[in-house]
């Protein structure tokens, strides 16, 4: 992809953040070959990127609701070793 970036200092900072990418793609990739997972990983992205999280107030208390787990998403979550996040969390 073409950098569109003209200073010094933006141009190494758009390829750290390239690299970061690059590492965290290639350590998702190693943890779902350990775990077995048999999901492609541009499915599995998909996936999370499906996953959302909305803030409601109720009575004055904040809460924050996740939706279900689409697709395969789960997988994301038992490959690196997290919990699943609950339905519902008060952030009040």
Avoid at 30 to 39: D, E, P, T, W
Avoid at 52 to 79: D, H, M, S, W
Wanted: hydrophobic share 45%; aromatic share 12%; with cysteine.
């Amino acid at each position: 992809r073409p950098i569109y970036h003209w200073k010094d200092r933006r141009v190494r900072a758009h390829v750290m953040v390239c690299f970061l990418a690059l590492v965290l793609e290639s350590a998702f990739y190693r943890y779902l070959k350990l775990a077995g997972s048999q999901v492609e990983y541009l499915y599995l992205m998909r996936d999370l990127k499906n996953l959302k999280a909305v803030e409601l107030t109720l009575e004055g208390i904040r809460y924050l609701c996740r939706t279900e787990l689409p697709g395969n998403a789960f997988q994301a979550f038992k490959a690196l070793g997290i919990g699943v996040p609950n339905h519902v969390i008060i952030i009040n």
